[in-house]
């Protein structure tokens, strides 16, 4: 029977991550951004049915980066969460900050214990009553949690497009002037990968996108998709 | 990767993570199956119905035509009763499903708004997950597998019988579906009526019922209904004109789930009991 190897615990962490960050550096980007109504999220996606924005719970929204079937996986088991907890207490006890909380134990025995870790980013937001009150959780592959303040890019590039939505983003902005933002900047990465120079973007239809909005004064549940002719109005500001 | 050590963890528990089910009512189940309220030790002796209020009254019709749009109307008095005792002159029987389908409920009324509550779940749980709606028989379905998980309860007297009625998306048209303590499922046409008082109203409802009402005769012939059946049936809630309590009565059609507002039922009461003043006999 063969020993096997010694590998120091710093080396095995750095191969995980650097496994983990390839995996999420090949997606295309998501952009999360919050406005005065509440907080759109929009990235590149052609499909009408595999989403990687969706609804967890009444103000929760959910997006992801990475490998589809791991954070399809994930996205389940919230709504599964959200709505265990809402049902066995109140709707009012569902809250982004317990399922960040999940979430993050989940990635992280999984990047500890498992022999291969999660190649996923998550966004986990919560809308409030004011802007003030709107909640943004960026979970990374190894269990990581950030509360980001106003927007996050996830994926591919993330770095320099995160540098333009801070040039570009205030609060306060409406949900058309943020779309637009959002739209520019996933345009900014070609097709090949390559980051554009600022107004060398790509156009990327209403087609081409995937939008959704978490808007703080709908009713109850809080979570509305924006397609076809609506976004591509919203968009180009003739509505 | 045992469920205990997921537990104690924090990280979500394995039976969340399985892929498979779209399901709530599968899910609690499988999880946490002393949430489901079919799945409580029942006692075996006697009857617990005279320990629980119990819900009354509810009325749907169809109504519309190919011109103004199909749809149709629910309605539920506001009584609860104990016995002989009233428990409540403002408990609300009539919900909104999703937004395409409405639910009356009749029978033990704790028991019949938890089960209100998990259907409702299960629909929305089903729409998050899968991305779209189920169609009005799967939640017809849904309904009947939840009613007949309750059956233990109601052979010991904790009966819920509900009214289902929706708009179906695909035939553009109201449909109403009425249920039996066993989960039997039966697509009724036209208007149906559950609940002590349904002798009564049913009676109503088929001479007042005609083919292509519009939304708003409809629910006047609904409230009408209602109203013969509180004045013969003692468990029954007729509108409260003192109180200005009016029954809670929905209409469903192709924009959706719409509650009618209290003034307009308001101004419905007035006229039923100007008619009934006027024309009216004493029996």
């Known amino acids: 029977m063969n020993m096997p190897f010694y590998v120091s615990p710093e080396q095995l962490m750095k191969d995980r991550a650097d496994f983990a960050r390839k995996g999420i550096g090949r997606g295309r980007s998501v952009v999360v951004l919050a406005y005065d109504d509440g907080i759109a999220f929009a990235t590149e996606n052609p499909s009408r049915a595999l989403h990687k924005i969706s609804e967890i719970y009444d103000r929760i929204a959910f997006a992801a980066v990475g490998k589809y079937n791991e954070f399809e996986n994930l996205r389940v088991a919230g709504v599964r969460y959200a709505d265990l907890r809402g049902y066995s207490y109140d709707r009012t006890d569902v809250t982004a900050r317990g399922l960040a909380n999940a979430y993050a134990q989940t990635l992280g025995t999984v990047f500890t214990t498992e022999s291969k870790p999660l190649e996923v980013e998550l966004v986990v937001a919560e809308v409030g009553a004011t802007q003030d009150d709107d909640q943004l959780y960026r979970l990374s592959y190894d269990g990581s949690v950030a509360d980001e303040h106003g927007f996050v890019v996830m994926g591919g590039q993330a770095d320099q497009l995160t540098s333009r939505v ?13 779309l637009r933002l ?30 959704a909005v978490l808007d703080r004064r709908r009713a109850r549940r809080a979570f509305r998709r924006w397609q076809g002719d609506a976004l591509a109005r919203l968009l180009h500001g003739d509505d | 990767m045992t469920s ?5 963890s924090g990280r979500l528990p394995d039976a969340f993570l399985r892929p498979g089910s779209s399901s709530f009512v599968d899910f609690l189940g499988e999880h946490a199956p002393d949430l489901l309220p079919g799945n409580r030790p029942a006692g075996t002796t006697g009857t617990a119905a005279e320990l629980a209020p119990h819900a009354t009254t509810i009325v749907a019709l169809t109504f519309g035509d190919d011109e103004s749009g199909r749809g149709v109307v629910m309605a539920g008095d506001r009584r609860a009763t ?3 005792l009233i428990a409540s002159r403002e408990i609300e029987k009539v919900f909104a499903a999703d937004d395409y389908s409405a639910v009356g409920i009749a029978g033990s009324a704790g028991i019949a708004l938890e089960l209100v509550r998990l259907f409702q779940l299960e629909l929305e749980h089903y729409e998050k997950i899968e991305g ?11 309904l009947a597998a939840i009613i007949r998980g309750n059956l233990p309860l109601a052979l010991q007297g904790l009966a819920v019988v509900p009214l289902f009625g929706g708009f179906d998306l695909d035939r553009s048209g109201g449909r109403l579906f009425s249920y039996d303590v066993t989960g039997g499922r039966y697509e009724e046409h036209d208007h149906h009526s559950v609940g002590s008082g349904s002798v009564f109203a049913r009676g109503s409802l088929k001479k007042r019922w005609r083919h292509g009402l519009d939304a708003d005769a409809a629910v006047a012939v609904a409230v009408e209904a209602l109203y013969d059946a509180a004045d013969d049936d003692s468990a029954t809630g007729g509108p409260d004109t003192v109180r200005r309590i009016w029954p809670v009565v929905a209409t469903v059609t192709a924009d959706g789930y719409r509650r009618v507002a209290d003034d307009a039922l308001a101004d419905v009461v007035e006229q039923i009991v100007a008619e009934r003043r006027e024309g009216g006999a004493r029996a």
Request: glycine share 16%.
């Open chain 1, 182 to 211: 959002a739209v520019r900047t996933l345009g900014a990465v070609n097709t090949d990968g390559s980051v554009a120079g600022e107004g060398q973007e790509r156009e990327i239809s209403a087609a081409g996108l995937e939008v």
């Open chain 1, 166 to 178: 801070r040039d570009g983003w205030e609060p306060g902005m409406d949900l058309a002037g943020v």
């Open chain 2, 132 to 142: 779209s709606q189920l169609s009005l028989d799967g939640k017809a379905n849904r």
């Open chain 2, 82 to 84: 104990m016995g002989n």
């Open chain 2, 4 to 8: 205990p050590s997921a537990e104690s």
